[in-house]
């Protein structure tokens, strides 16, 4: 079919199909920054602004790692945002009482806070967990009752308005840079590691896949499925605490409806990744690729004052829909544009 | 008269309605408000603009779907019309609004139904997308305000009344709208192509199995499709009711009532994973979810604490219905061990 001439051409085209969701995101990163270059490129091209990016990513991003390890199972965590602000209000309101009169907190706080909501996340992510694999409910329901409960909980406790008068101690220790890198990065890249250890070095990693491929299967192979699930639902609710502890720290108060579209964005970015809805396939390597272009193109366009920033709800809307539809004629191997074989 | 019995309480909707009683005892206990003609007839107004959306939700999860986006759908449908209406200085009557919003629903669900229906994607994701989409088009491109002032035919439909129901002891009175008659024909309309035509008895197979239905010649890309439209035309007809009720088009306030409109057809018996439920559950679910939400405050509960109840009802609901089912299951599989 190919002669000697269109060689490199299939090579390239094998690396290409090796990966393709990688490398997908790979030009359409690349595209966007030569874009980006092109257009407004002092504005664009500074440190600054690429430190407040990977300052700003972490906290969506981490949700949206969580998402990715439920989505690979088949299920779906919509719950992430709920306990994000669940987790950053009840902490907020723990270091108010902490520091008391005088606005002042210990060091030693910023630790407990950070394993106490740990610890939300544990327990909110385990009842997730249980509802979907004792009690059997779809993930989908199960997870926007819970969230829906958890933000309830939340808009309870802060009585409908923000928190934000507690000591800056801990806005300040997390907005700090280490070396010119912001914490809130390297909290990211600490999780990120270990989900990616998890995942491809582990037997917890490929007993996922499996449930995600055919839960029925990894049943009759002797997996304890209920098990893995609750662990699964467990680690996505500490992702979404550990956001939320991030989102307290880049507003410097905590509100119950902060980052709504939070929801949509991270399942955005975990099908954009290429990690399938219906479960059993996606990498970790593709989500992070996806979180880091979403947040370029998101600073991208808001360097552009003429769009306005209801624009981006429409953009991510579309970009999400494209995706799977690109994704629809790979997996059936539908050509369009190709010459029709004699 | 026993079988009766044990017939009805098998059924989902004999346990809501039961519930609903309940819930109407405490809250004419609590505050002697409730069996009061004015706050009957205040549900069931309240119940106008659920009821439509949750008959839309209810047939596109019976198909084993499901659909976020009709809030956005409704609130972008409903803007539009409302808008080009004002630009235009219409003066006639309420019918060129309803059908002007049965044309966008139409075509925004078919949007909806084609990705869903015909390309087969996940459900969840591609409506959480339109969704998305449907509110950018409205805040972005069509720079969505409040509108203050509505065409004076929206006006007259929403504050015409059927009738309307005093309460003798406080004085207070509360008018029954004319939009409750769309509710009615609306379900009707469902019952009966859910009872009695080849298309709604399609709906139930392809909720059952939907390969089973596709071999047994039902056209599934087909009947989804329509579904999807289906919906979309009932959601935007929803909107503009509640823009003509409302006296004014608020584009936001809509947005985010998917959730308790699915919990409230999940409650009702409809299983999330298509196949069963019936129309009844659907309305009943429906009222038990408004009931909670407009009755907080006859009951002494904070409105703050209403996410919180309504979630907890979503969580129970949907457990105590994935429990039904699972027991379902275990028993059917022991019967065909005993055949065995």
Redesign the interface.
Known sequence: MENKQAGAGSKIKNIYKSDRHMWRLIIIMILWFVFMAVTKFSKFYTVVNFQTMFAQFPEFGLMSLGVMVCMITGGIDLSTVGVANMTGISMALLMQWASGESQELSPIWILIVFVLAILIGMVTGAINGILVSKVHIPPILATLGTGQLFTGLGLVMTNGSAISGFPSTYAFSINNRVAGIPVQFLIFVVVAIVMAFLLSKTTYGKKLMLIGTNENVAKFSGLKVDHILIKTYTLSGICSALGGMIMLANYNSARSDYGSNYTLQCILIVVLGGVSPNGGKGKISGVLLAIFLVRALETGINRFPQISSYYISLIWGAVLIFVMVLNYFTENNVKLFSKKKA | MQKLVRKLLQRNETYIFLIIFALSLVIQVRSGQFYTPNNIVDILSAMIVPGLFAVGAFLVILTGG?DVSFPALASLTAYATTKYLLDTNYEGNILIPILMALVIGAILGAVNGF?IGY????A???T??????????M???L?SKQLAVIPSGMKDFGTSSLFTATNAQSGLSSRMPVAFLVVIFVYVLAFFVLRYTILGRGIYAIGGNENAAYNAGYKVKRTKFLLYVFAGMTASVAGIIRVCMMQQCHPTNMLGME?NI??GV?LGGTA??GGRGTLTGCFLGTLLIVMVENSMILIGVPV?????????L??IG??VS??Q??KAGTKRAKKREEAA
């Open positions: 499901i990705f390309m087969n994607l996940p969840m994701i591609v959480l997308g339109t969704a998305s989409v449907f509110k950018g088009i805040q972005g491109t720079e959730m699915i919990a999940v999330i994973v703050i604490w209403k996410g919180v109840f309504v979630g907890l979503i969580v949907t457990a994935a429990y089912s699972t």
